[in-house]
């Protein structure tokens, strides 16, 4: 199964740093896809308060990734249907997800790799 993140990877912050970080875990795991057109699984990260993609890129499963510390807009729950998980950031972001009737969520916490910082 090939994923592909059609997120930033260039760049010192945010979801460039992120995008540096889970393109090279999964291209260790062997199943990293550098084009989106190939890719069985889309990963992408949504923007601002109402979930738009930074992509319009398609796959068989597509998933996408929000982390966010202020009210959602009026078309989060509209945008959030287009994906078969939005992975969420913490328990608080998946509870206001449900508030708005989006409950294709799941808490993804991100982890600190301890062999880059220390």
């Known amino acids: ?38 890719a069985d699984v889309i990963l992408q990260p949504l923007t601002n308060p109402d979930f738009e ?7 068989k499963v597509n998933l996408s990734m929000v982390f966010f510390e202020y009210p ?13 998980v939005v992975f969420v950031g913490s328990t608080w972001c998946k509870e206001r997800c449900a508030e708005r009737g989006i409950h294709n969520t799941e808490v993804l916490i991100q982890g600190v790799d301890q062999g880059i910082f220390s």
Do not use: C
């Not at 970080?21 to 990293?32: F, K, Q, V, W």
């Not at 993609?53 to 796959?59: G, K, V, W």
């Not at 959602?72 to 078969?84: R, S």
């Open 53 to 59: 993609a930074t992509s319009l890129h398609r796959a």
């Open 72 to 84: 959602l807009g009026p078309n989060a729950a509209e945008n959030a249907k287009k994906y078969d």
């Open 1 to 38: 199964m090939k994923i592909n993140y059609t997120g930033q990877t260039d760049g010192l912050f945010g979801w460039a740093v992120y995008g540096k970080n889970i393109t090279r875990a999964l291209s260790e795991l062997g199943t990293y896809s550098e084009s989106p057109l190939g």
